[in-house]
T-cell receptor
């Protein structure tokens, strides 16, 4: 049981390049999230998907796009990378039931540097 | 949307002492409050959570308290150990909605 798997773990890009960060979960969770983590700023939500087929903007969506490919997979795309997007990116998943939200489970993160 | 504030941003304690981290939230509809621990270079991991119908929850040396009227919740770590050194994040969420995180507290336990 791998939980939440992110690929790649590290990536260096040049300004203007594009790339897709992959995330997959094997816990049958409905909800999936993408965060970026910068020093002193905690975890900021980029996009989330409450269920398969839906996506919504979070706090910092500019410069990013997402795709909820199926229930397991949620990808994050940088169309034209900028140095301000240098960060650690975390994918997470959780279940929401009538009892209330459940804890989020995080992947190991992708450390992305834009030169 | 929800706004979660977390204090202090850094905290140093002597081994064996207690540590307290406080968070406030703005949306009275928030009903689920998890706490995460993140060690350097690692993923955030859940350490304890509390729902709005409960005032306090304990798990060994860790406890969380919730005051719905004042809209604040706190993490208490007793008998701290060096392995408790990490960054701690609080969060708040409404059922079926997104999670809002505090900016984190860097805890250092001095042996």
């Amino acid at each position: 049981n791998a939980g939440v798997t992110q690929t790649p773990k590290f990536q260096v890009l040049k300004t203007g390049q594009s790339m897709t960060l992959q995330c997959a979960q094997d816990m049958n969770h409905n909800s999936m999230y993408w965060y970026r983590q910068d020093p002193g700023m905690g975890l900021r939500l980029i996009y989330y998907s409450a269920s398969e087929g839906t996506t919504d903007k979070g706090e910092v969506p500019n410069g990013y796009n997402v795709s909820r490919l199926n229930k397991r997979e949620f990808s994050l795309r940088l169309e034209s990378a900028a140095p301000s997007q240098t960060s650690v990116y975390f994918c997470a998943s959780s279940e929401a039931s009538r009892r209330g939200n459940q804890p989020q489970h995080f992947g190991d993160g992708t450390r992305l540097s834009i030169l | 949307g929800e706004n979660v504030e977390q204090h202090p941003s850094t905290l140093s304690v002597q081994e064996g002492d207690s540590a307290v981290i406080k968070c406030t939230y703005s949306d009275s509809a928030s009903n689920y409050f998890p706490w995460y621990k993140q060690e350097l270079g690692k993923r955030p991991q859940l350490i304890i959570d509390i729902r709005s119908n409960v005032g306090e929850k304990k798990d060994q040396r860790i406890a969380v308290t919730l005051n719905k009227t004042a809209k604040h919740f706190s993490l208490h770590i007793t008998e701290t150990q060096p392995e408790d050194s990490a960054v701690y994040f609080c969060a708040a969420s409404i059922i079926g909605n997104q999670f809002y995180f505090g900016t984190g507290t860097s805890l250092t336990v001095i042996p």
